[in-house]
């Protein structure tokens, strides 16, 4: 009886535990269901349209301020630009400021200058275009006697010297020639100045325009005298100069 009992027993414990085993299963089952979330309601079409749509005028509108900083950049780059500028200016020394005065103070003299002489001359080629007027009426009211030949008018060139970086700047006006060879600058020791060149004289430069550059010249005074050279007949010749002008070379 005993060992019968027993097993009834077991029999009846081993029921229960799976009785027990089923139920705690199920209702841990309903928990993890109530505690789980709720599933994701469906997305349409026109709901992931619109929200493209939204994003892509968010992304319109920040290309847009990126462009508005860009360009403000830029200004702000030009302004410091010219204000460095100004700086550089501003930081000039008030000799350095002199210095520029006086160089543009000289070349103005020298532009003055030469528009004098440029008058002098013209005033020079109307007094012979009167004169040549003049022989022609004569010599047309005289019949059939002789042609008098008018006298040229001799021409006197403008020099004009300038102390330059690199030397004595000499510049002067043009020689009214139709059969023009050069132009001869000279540099003498004293006021006596001769082409062609004596003791004490010598040649600057030969040249074909109205100014060149003496790089040579010692310290002290100088004399220039320069030369108008033609072709008469057939020979090279002396047609016009210049008077003597001299200059202190420090």
């Not at 027990?20 to 505690?35: D, M, N, Q, Y």
């Not at 022989?135 to 006697?145: H, K, L, M, P, Q």
């Amino acid at each position: 009886m005993n060992l019968r009992l027993r097993r009834a027993f077991v029999v009846a414990g081993v029921v229960a535990s799976l009785i027990v085993g089923l139920i705690s299963i199920r209702i841990a089952a309903e928990l993890t269901a109530s505690a789980a979330p709720p599933s994701a309601p469906p997305v349409s079409i026109e709901e992931l349209r619109s929200a493209l749509a939204a994003e892509q005028a968010r992304a319109g509108a920040l290309q847009q301020q990126l462009e508005e900083l860009l360009g403000v950049t830029g200004q702000l780059s030009t302004a410091l630009e010219m204000t460095g500028e100004q700086v550089s200016v501003d930081g000039l020394t008030a000799d350095q400021l002199r210095d520029r005065l006086k160089a543009a103070e000289a070349k103005l003299a020298t532009v003055t200058e030469l528009l004098k002489q440029a008058e002098a001359r013209l005033a020079q080629l109307q007094a012979a275009a009167a004169e040549q007027a003049a022989a022609d009426v004569g010599t047309s009211g005289a019949g059939a006697g002789p042609a008098a030949t008018p006298k040229p008018t001799p021409q006197i060139l403008e020099l004009l010297l300038t102390l330059d970086a690199g030397g004595v700047g000499a510049s002067w006006t043009s020689c009214i020639t139709a059969a023009l060879d050069s132009y001869v600058l000279v540099r003498s020791i004293d006021h006596e100045v001769h082409y062609p060149p004596e003791d004490g004289d010598s040649i600057v430069a030969r040249v074909g325009s109205t100014g060149v550059l003496d790089g040579t010249v010692p310290p002290g005074t100088s004399w220039y005298r320069v030369y108008c050279l033609a072709l008469v007949d057939g020979q090279v010749k002396t047609v016009a100069k210049s008077g003597t002008e001299s200059i202190v070379v420090p």
